[in-house]
Structures are given as C-alpha cells and as structure tokens.
C-alpha cells in the first residue's frame, strides 16, 4: 500500500473489495489475498480517522497567511 | 427697556438642543426622492429628500453608508430612517441617515426575478454543470464573514463531526455593496487555493441583507468555480440566487457542514459492517471449499484407485487388439499389390519390351547399307585408284602406271598400257 494514499481513495479500494467478495467471482487465493488486502485498507481508514490530530480551523488572511482561527 | 441681543450661535445651538430633546424626531421615517447626490471623498453622503412640495437636507456617514446595498443617485426613490437635527454652522435642520433602502421591495423582487430567470436562461442552473460533493474532504474553505453565527456554526459543525479535516476560512464582506465583488474575490482565492470543497454563506437576514447572494457577478463566480461549492445563505426559506447555481444547496450555514463532511461515528460504522462482510465472506468461501473437498476425497475413484487401474488395463487391451487387426490389414494390402505386379503382361512377356527396338535396329541398318558406297561393288562396278587416289576419268592415269582395282571381294593390282578418251 503506497503512503500517499488518500483516506477517500482507501475507503473506496475497500468497498470494491468488499462488493467483489461478496460477488463470488474470486477464487480462493486471490480472495484470501484481496481479504488481507482489504483489513489492511480498513485498518488504514481506521487509523487515518480516530488516531490522526484533529485539524485546527485555520483562516487564510489577505497577506496569505494561515493562521489559526477560533470563532467566537 | 434693555433689549438682551442672542449671538447666532447661541440660538441655532438653543434650536439645536429642543430638536435633539424632542423624542419625535429622534426617530423619523422617511420616503423621498434623492437630488443633488454628493459622495465626500471620506465616505460621508450628501444630498437632499424631496417630494412634489417639500425638502430637507439629509447627511449619511460613512459608518451607516458603508452598509448600503445598493449605490445611491438623484431620481432614486428611497426609504431612510434616522434623526433630525440641526447643523448650528449653517443654520438649517437636517436628517441624519443611519439606514436607508430602495423603495419598495417590489423593486429588488422584480430585480431578483429578471436576473434569476436570465441567468437560468444562460444555463448557470443548469444541473448537468453541477458536480457532486467530495464524500471525504481533507480541506474546505469557508467562505463568510469571520464573525457571527454563520462562521462559528460552520467551523464547529465540521471541526465536532469530522475533526481530521481542515477547515480554512476565506473571510469577506457579506453584505453592503462591497460585498458581491469580495465574495466573487474568495471564491477565486478558494478555488485557487485547492480545497476539497468551499461553502460560501452568511446567516439570516432581511432581502437586502442577503443581496449580495443574488449579484450576477456572485453567481457567475460559483458558476465558474472549479471546486464543488455548497451555498449556504440565510434561512430555510431564503432562496437567492446564489443557491441555484451552487452544486448543492444547504438550507442553513450549519446544514452546509452536515453535508460537507460525514462523522467520525458514520465511518467507523462503516467500516465495521466491511470488516463483517469480508470476515462472513471469507469464511463462507473457504466452507464452501471445504465441503467440496471433502466430497472430492469421498468421490469413488479415490476410495477405489484399483478401479484406475482396471480401467487402463481394459483400454490398453483394446489398443493392442486394434494394433494386430491395423498390422494384418496392411499386410493383406501388400500382399495383393505384389501379386498384382506378378501377374502384369510386361512381366510375363519380357521380350516385348525390346521387340520395337529391334525392328528399328534393322531398319537403320538397311538404310546405311543403301549409303554405304562399298555397297555399290556388289553389284559388279569396281573402284580404280591410281596413286591412293580413286580416279574416275582416264586421263588421270598414264601409260605403265600401276593402278588398283577394287571389287566387291578382293583387289587387282595392273598395269596401264594403253589410255583411251571417249570420243
């Protein structure tokens, strides 16, 4: 799995994974194969989702600066 | 009797002073028609109100006129609101503008239903050019004003739902004229910028306040944007423009958030019912194997592998029986061939083969007797040589000269004695 995968595009792989299982047109060694695969992505997601920092809400101001922002 | 004379000043502040105690006129409506329109360099408005009969001077300050929605010019009929008093300088009373708008609604609903329709016109609704929204945005720019509800809604909406995305606000104006061209400015500035999504919106607000949302410049910027934009102006009920050009419309600031980005809860959902699906999966799949494995290994030929043999043993039979009777067959063939060419006339008669030959022969031979000029002695000439030549005139020869004479069998050597010529 390369690194620069994007969360989106893990969580799409994994959905086709999923639905080409569930289709039966996989025999058993590209299944078992695809299946590791597949924990491995959902894995990824999970990780990407609860583990990474929250962002913080930023604002891009005139000079083109990101800076932090907080709304009052 | 002493007469106390007022400087001027001290009157026009008296006057001054009742007009500003007055409660009245601390709060007057007024509708008129602009003339004599004057913008200061410093933002302050100058002009006069007028109806068929009547004027008053009128002043807005750069404060109040900054909010204007709209640029004001003489002809134009308006509605103000603010304060009378007097300008003691000048001695005259005027009206102190703090808000003002164009006369009637009915003007801004005829306003907004020309362009809502050229606009459709043009296509700028049309749904074919609207593209859908990222499912996952790692950034979304924010489009508002940086303070208000509408900003904190959005911000802490996006940042409680789906904390790993980034989200960066682009602020502008959101209302008064100079709103529409810098919401026009950030939308470019966004969609330039790269994000996964912007939302452009403001919260509530009365028709003029939301304006700007319904600027034909606004919607041609949304339109044009790269990026997927979600429109989030005012209420549920408000409907401007801007909404209908924007790839998704959402009915309030916090619900343009809802739909930029999921919850942490729905994903991990999610992903829990993939990780079910693929476990049943899987574990159907190598069932299913096993099942027909094991009914392979129960199968007859593998209880019973003898039978493999019994089988191979009968075929292999049945190819050497096939063998003997191919063999026998070919041989019958040849045998028949050989006896066919025994039998054959040439065979039997060799001398055919060279009877042809030999009539030929004997013709030639015959033809070479008739050519042969020894042929000719048989029948009783004779050749006469004199000198090793064969002569054939009797001057070639001279008395007592030996000539030979050749006869069909053997030769007479003689003498010439006497030589005659034909007469």
């Known amino acids: 799995m390369e690194k620069e995968k994007t969360f989106e595009s893990a969580l799409q792989e994994l959905e086709t994974i999923v639905k080409e299982l569930e289709s039966g047109n996989v025999d058993l060694d590209k299944a078992i194969n695809k299946y590791t695969e597949a924990m491995k992505l959902a894995k990824f997601c999970s990780e990407k989702l609860n583990d990474a920092t929250a962002q913080v809400n930023k604002i891009l101001t005139e000079d083109n600066e990101l800076k932090e922002f907080n709304a009052e | ?423």
Not at chain 2, 69 to 86: H, K, W, Y
Not at chain 2, 244 to 254: E, I, N, Q, S
Not at chain 2, 277 to 294: A, D, E, P, Q, S
Not at chain 2, 295 to 318: C, R, V
Request: charged share 25%; hydrophobic share 40%; with cysteine.
């Open chain 2, 1 to 423: 009797m002493d007469k106390e004379y007022l400087k001027i000043s001290e009157l026009n502040n008296y006057i001054k002073n009742l007009l500003d105690g007055d409660i009245f006129l601390n709060r007057v409506y007024l509708k008129g028609e602009i003339s004599n329109f004057k913008n200061h360099t410093r933002g302050h408005l100058y002009f006069t109100l007028k109806d068929d009969t009547s004027r008053i001077s009128a002043v807005m300050f750069q404060s109040s006129a900054v909010k204007l929605t709209f640029t004001p010019e003489d002809g134009m009929n308006v509605l103000v609101s603010g304060r009378i008093s007097a300008y003691p300088a000048q001695g005259s009373y005027q009206i102190y503008i703090d808000k003002m708008e164009v006369d009637g609604l009915g003007a801004l609903y005829i306003e907004y239903e020309k362009l809502k329709k050229k606009l459709a016109m043009m296509g700028l609704f049309d749904e074919n050019h609207k593209v859908p929204i990222p499912k996952f945005p790692e950034k979304i720019g924010v489009i508002t004003a940086s303070t208000g509800a509408a900003v904190r809604d959005i911000m802490s909406t996006i940042k409680r739902r789906y904390p790993i995305c980034e989200a960066i606000l682009f602020p502008c104006l959101v209302q008064g004229k100079d709103a529409a061209p810098d919401i026009v400015r950030q939308i470019k500035r966004a969609d330039a910028y790269g994000v996964d999504t912007i939302i452009v919106g403001r919260g509530g607000g009365s028709i003029e306040d939301l304006w700007a949302f319904n600027e034909e410049i606004v919607a041609k910027a949304i339109y044009e944007c790269k990026t997927p934009i979600i429109s989030a102006v005012g209420h549920e009920i408000d409907w401007t423009i801007a909404d209908f050009v924007a790839d998704l419309r959402a009915p309030t600031p916090t619900g343009a958030a809802e739909m930029a980005v999921p919850t942490v809860l729905d994903i991990n959902t999610l992903l829990d019912n993939y990780k079910i699906r693929l476990n049943r999966n899987i574990k159907n799949m190598v069932n299913t194997k096993f099942i027909k494995l094991r009914s392979l290994k129960q199968s007859f030929i593998l209880k019973n592998p003898m039978s493999m043999y019994e089988i191979k043993e009968q075929k292999l039979d049945a190819l050497i029986e096939n063998i003997n009777k191919d063999i026998k067959s070919i041989i019958v063939n040849k045998e028949n061939l050989l006896n066919n060419i025994k039998l054959s006339y040439t065979l039997k008669n060799p001398m055919e083969l060279i009877k042809d030959k030999k009539v030929k022969f004997e013709m030639l031979i015959n033809t070479l007797k008739l050519v042969n000029p020894l042929g000719i002695l048989e029948k009783g000439y004779s050749l006469v040589e004199c000198n090793g030549k064969i002569i054939k005139d009797s001057n070639d020869t001279k008395v007592n000269d030996y000539i030979n004479i050749k006869l069909h069998k053997g030769k007479i050597k003689a003498e010439v004695k006497e030589i005659m010529e034909d007469k």
